[in-house]
């Protein structure tokens, strides 16, 4: 069983930057690989972006490419969201998930098997 917690959410005006982590209680981070998941109001929850338990570089939506980073730290079992250029449209609900190095290496949303409880994101004009 995995606990996720987010933190870092808030609201802030367009253009600017926003950091959200997410704590995993787990004693083999590494072997999850773990995604930020966004779900706007009205709207079906939608990938952001991800790292594999294997490692390697995290992929992206379109929709925030270049503008988002995530990154992972295994020694604190954290994963991090560093959101740049906010736009308005990323107002959302943001998650943090993970699913085990049993899955395919990109694994769709539906086959992550762990959620936090989610973070408001609110960006203002």
């Known amino acids: 069983q995995v606990h996720l917690v987010e933190s870092g959410g808030g609201l802030v005006q367009a253009g600017d930057s926003l950091r959200l982590s997410c704590v995993a209680s787990v004693r083999t981070f590494s072997h999850y690989t773990v995604g930020w998941f966004r779900q706007a109001p009205g709207k079906e929850r939608e990938f952001v972006s991800a790292i594999s338990w294997i490692g390697g570089s995290p992929y992206y939506a379109d929709s925030v490419k270049g503008r988002f980073t995530m990154s992972r730290d295994n020694a604190k079992n954290t994963l991090y969201l560093q959101m740049n250029s906010l736009k308005l449209e990323d107002t959302a609900v943001y998650y943090c998930?993970?699913?085990?190095?049993?899955?395919?290496?990109?694994?769709?949303?539906?086959?992550?098997?762990?959620w936090g409880q989610g973070t408001q994101v609110s960006v203002s004009s």
């Open positions: 998930a993970a699913t085990d190095y049993t899955k395919r290496l990109r694994p769709s949303m539906e086959e992550y098997d762990y």
